[in-house]
């Protein structure tokens, strides 16, 4: 059989192989390289409805009784999206469904047993499936009265304020990071952080004064970007900037440092390509000196790829989230840019990604964010890792202003804890490992203990002959005169 007959034949048998395998399951919230499965995000093109994939697939939970008590939306969201503001994401995913008991999804704060909620497609862990929806045949509904909605009208929940609640102790990834060590020369100040996500809300007391009004990238940029109706641009600007305050321990890597919201759309991690290409010439345009993007980016777009290096070229270090394992092979990054993977305290990864595509890993497990308004979240996934690089590199920055956009990357991978010699080159996984904020601040210029070393010896020993040879001059002037 010649090469051009056995490639027709094996394309389509690969293909329903494939397709025998895509049958609903389960996904891991943490995996490792050896044995995750991740599920495959949504096919190229945009989803025909939000949160449904082309081919129908869609990921879904069935709700079930957990401790005795049907679930709550926001508790459904903190987990399997990480975040429990995030529920008004599943709520406008499923408004109007009518689920298996006849009854259609109408208030937020109402979830039944034996409901199927589609979610996000960023949702993972224990009872997330992937696949068509369940066929059902809708009861109909007993003759008893509706339940009164418990909260406001869903027009008032687009936005929603977070608990004020705090997540006691210090945090596992400041423990880990300690970014007090690398405050010794600066905390971000002077430096404009663009946080290119959901938007970034300016009313939590720890970013006051320091939130610009930004832009929204999917309005023309018309529209401002200091608010968010997600949260998950304010945790991540809480992770890059957020100052100390009373009563909790948790602080941002660069508590100085100045917040500009972009506000742009994200399928299934991965950030709109059109709306990413406007978000960072806004980035570069209001002279940050860091742009982090809340989830990888689509290189194979070339449009993208020409924006990232723009804005490198242009003086702003970019932070995006190394892609996942499912994406396909894009071109290759400019310098300037890092990937970043998320793990967790045991530096297992928090998801898979592309062997080869991370720079740098950083938390991205149980971490501490702010949330809308006031209080703290906490958060899991590569979406939160990025900050606390785009943190660092603030830090860098400020400390160093002379660096251009990738010397302060270069920087930051050079002093990676995987990064000390006789290291043979990044771990396909791991990169140059985790982020070091102190040795990347008080890292020693390159080449001045290369010069020091090199000229000293040298030197002492040519001061030491000349004055030997000074010396034996003035004593032999010294005899003859006597003599």
Avoid at 315 to 335: D, F, I, N, S
Avoid at 346 to 371: F, N, S
Avoid at 435 to 462: D, F, L, W, Y
Wanted: charged content about 15%; glycine content about 12%; some cysteine.
């Amino acid at each position: 059989m010649t090469g051009r007959h056995r490639a027709r034949w094996s394309r389509p048998l690969v293909a329903l192989l494939l397709g025998g395998l895509a049958v609903p399951a389960s996904t891991v919230a943490v995996a490792t390289p050896a044995t995750a499965a991740p599920v495959p995000p949504p096919p190229a093109g945009a989803p025909a409805r939000p949160g449904v994939a082309p081919n129908g697939f869609v990921k879904y939970l069935v709700v079930g009784a957990e401790q005795g008590r049907v679930e709550h939306l926001w508790e459904v969201a903190l987990r399997v999206l990480g975040d429990a503001q995030r529920y008004p994401e599943i709520f406008a995913l499923n408004k109007g469904r009518v689920q298996p008991d006849g009854i259609a999804v109408t208030d937020p704060a109402v979830l039944r047993r034996g409901w199927v909620l589609v979610l996000p497609w960023d949702a993972v862990g224990a009872g997330v499936s992937y696949g068509p929806l369940p066929v059902f045949t809708p009861a109909r509904p007993a003759a008893t009265p509706r339940p009164r909605p418990s909260t406001a009208p869903t027009s008032a929940l687009v936005c929603t304020v977070a608990p004020k609640r705090r997540i006691g102790g210090v945090p596992w990834a400041q423990l880990r990071l300690t970014p007090e060590v690398a405050w010794t020369r600066g905390r971000g100040a002077g430096v404009t952080v663009a946080v290119i996500d959901s938007g970034v809300d300016a009313t939590p007391p720890a970013l006051a004064g320091r939130v610009r009004p930004g832009a929204d990238a999917g309005a023309g940029g018309d529209a401002r970007g200091d608010r968010d109706c997600t949260g998950h641009g304010t945790a991540l600007a809480g992770i890059v900037a957020a100052a100390r305050q009373r009563g909790t321990d948790f602080v941002g890597l660069a508590p100085e440092a100045t917040v500009l919201p972009v506000r742009i759309g994200m399928a299934a991690g991965t950030a709109e390509s059109t709306e990413l290409v406007a978000a960072l010439r806004v980035a570069t345009t209001a002279g940050a000196g860091v742009a982090v993007v809340g989830g990888s980016v689509d290189t194979t777009d070339k449009r993208v790829v020409a924006a990232l290096r723009a804005a490198v070229t242009r003086g702003t270090t970019v932070v995006v989230a190394a892609r996942p394992a499912t994406a396909a092979k894009g071109a290759a990054l400019p310098p300037g840019v890092l990937r970043v993977g998320a793990v967790g305290p045991d530096d297992r990864l928090a998801e898979v990604h592309r062997p080869g595509e991370v720079d740098v890993v950083a938390p991205g497990v149980d971490v501490v964010g702010l949330g809308i308004g006031s209080g703290e979240v906490q958060g899991t996934g590569t979406g939160y890792a990025v900050a606390f690089v785009a943190g660092l590199v603030a830090l860098v920055r400020s400390s160093a202003p002379r660096l251009d956009a990738v010397e302060a990357a270069a920087r930051v991978t050079a002093t990676a804890d995987g990064a000390a010699p006789p290291a043979g080159g990044p771990d396909p996984w791991h990169g140059w490992g985790m982020i070091n904020p102190a040795a990347a601040v008080n890292a020693t210029p390159a080449g001045v203990a290369t010069t020091v070393e090199q000229k000293s010896p040298a030197g002492a020993i040519a001061v030491l002959a000349a004055i030997l040879t000074l010396v034996t001059l003035t004593v032999g002037v010294r005899r003859r005169r006597r003599r």
